[in-house]
């Protein structure tokens, strides 16, 4: 599976788009995005995937560059409940084997 | 639609004992993935269950083991427990043939005293 590099950590203004960078620049052609979060002590929360377009849900949406080595997360309108340590995981697609490596990922500060 | 349960949610065991974690999939999941959290780190895969079998292993001793019964549910065992066993241990749902997404339970905080 490939690498991601993230910041340790960034804010953000309550109500402003945070914008979480990812670094994978070892992705292959068959190795999606995963982003998750975790807010402190609790279970880590699917946010979104995606293979090379961009994708939306109703939590975020998933900018991936068009060589894939790198991609963004964003939340629109963040709010305090927003802050948590963001991971950005790249592993093979559907059925693609198990297991999930997490990095040190980003902690997001949300700030009134 | 209930989520991932895991049962207890806080735990305290003495060194050398042997504990057991247990995860009730997502409904209309068939796949169990464990992972362990230290303080500060991010998780960390121990194995994976799938038809009852053990498909995936991290890099985690012997003293881990686990199983899945027919239902999907799934057990994690930890014997001769060491201080360092002390972390949060999460328990993730998928299903096999489907899109594979990992969903989480709330994890069981296990404290080796």
């Known amino acids: 599976d490939a690498k991601t590099t993230q910041p340790p950590s960034m804010d953000c203004a309550e109500g402003r788009a945070a914008n979480l960078p990812c670094n994978h620049s070892?992705?292959?052609?068959?190795?999606?995005v995963y982003w998750y979060r975790q807010i402190h002590s609790q279970g880590p929360q699917y946010i979104i995937h995606g293979l090379k377009n961009n994708e939306t849900n109703e939590m975020a949406s998933l900018i991936i560059t068009e060589d894939r080595k790198s991609s963004t997360l964003i939340l629109p309108h963040a709010t305090l409940r927003d802050t948590a340590v963001y991971y950005c995981?790249?592993?093979?697609?559907?059925?693609?084997?198990?297991?999930?490596?997490f990095g040190q990922g980003t902690e997001l500060s949300v700030k009134p | 639609d209930a989520g991932v349960t895991q049962s207890p949610t806080h735990l305290i065991k003495t060194r050398g004992q042997q504990v057991t974690l247990r995860c009730s999939p997502k409904s209309g999941h068939d796949t169990v993935s464990w992972y362990q959290q230290a303080l500060g780190q991010g998780p960390q895969f121990i194995f994976q269950y799938y038809e009852e079998e053990e498909r995936q292993r991290g890099n985690f001793p012997d003293r881990f083991s686990g199983h899945q019964f027919p239902n999907y549910s799934s057990e994690l065992n930890v014997n001769a427990l060491l201080l360092g066993d002390s972390a949060l241990y999460l328990c993730?749902?998928?299903?096999?043939?489907?899109?594979?997404?990992?969903?989480f339970g709330p994890g069981t905080r296990l404290t080796v005293l």
């Open positions: 993730a749902s998928s299903l096999f043939s489907g899109s594979d997404t990992q969903y």
């Open positions: 070892t992705i292959s052609g068959n190795e999606y």
């Open positions: 995981i790249v592993r093979a697609g559907p059925q693609g084997g198990g297991k999930l490596i």
